[in-house]
């Protein structure tokens, strides 16, 4: 069945630091691919998404590039504030059209 | 908008005790969405609902009963309340007719512990 495997946490980095938290997927065909953010006390909230392969989706300075051939959503920020500190959750649109979650990845950036 | 919200935010229960975790949205979203997540784990689908009056299961709706009497409101329902059924409990909704295709907003979240 379909599947999503992102980057073991938590991690942890300074500010102004470089971010990639990898995601890879299994999937029948080419699903629609998003990232989704959880805040702490707060309910998850989509930062960006992509649906089709090179499709590149970006929000809030992040950004994830879907590539089919690596069947990989890594998310990107190139310098991380203290405000990103949260939970990321790599998604997928599965063949059901239901999401397909991974399983989190916690996110601390100190200052 | 409150988006979606969620009660209680926090419940302690005994085994084979029952609770309803409640779930309201006021986008008039037609789709609706509970979802469990365990410790470092993915969330997972229980129930969804494309309207009021329709109900379907997800992928682990066994000990869970849902209802969708109006368009705002999406109880979900624990019978006999069991320790398998520790875990955060989300509930989404959604507006567009291609349903998971859309965004989902979701709510903060219940923390259940059955002891």
């Known amino acids: 069945g379909d599947s999503v495997t992102q980057m073991e946490g938590p991690v942890t980095l300074s500010e102004e630091a470089f971010l990639t938290i990898n995601c890879t997927y299994t999937a029948t065909g080419y699903p629609s691919l998003f990232w989704y953010v959880q805040y702490p006390g707060e309910g998850l909230q989509l930062l960006l998404k992509a649906t089709k392969a090179d499709d590149k989706g970006s929000n809030k300075g992040f950004e994830a590039t879907y590539r089919k051939e690596t069947t990989s959503f890594h998310l990107e920020k190139g310098s991380v504030q203290v405000s990103d500190s949260a939970v990321y959750f790599c998604v997928i649109l599965g063949g059901a059209q239901k999401l397909v979650f991974g399983q989190g990845t916690r996110l601390t950036i100190n200052p | 908008n409150a988006g979606v919200t969620q009660t209680p935010k926090f419940r302690i229960l005994k085994i084979g005790q029952s609770m309803t975790l409640q779930c309201a949205q006021d986008m008039n979203h037609n789709y609706m969405y509970w979802y469990r997540q365990d410790p470092g784990m993915g969330l997972k689908l229980i129930y969804y609902s494309v309207g009021a009056g329709i109900t379907d299961k997800g992928e682990v709706p066994n000990g869970y009963n849902v209802s969708r009497s109006t368009t705002e409101d999406f109880p979900l329902r624990l019978e006999l309340a069991a320790p398998s059924q520790t875990s955060v409990y989300f509930c989404?909704?959604?507006?567009?007719?291609?349903?998971?295709?859309?965004?989902?907003?979701f709510g903060p979240g219940t923390r259940l512990l059955v002891l």
């Open positions: 989404a909704s959604s507006y567009g007719s291609s349903g998971a295709q859309e965004t989902q907003y």
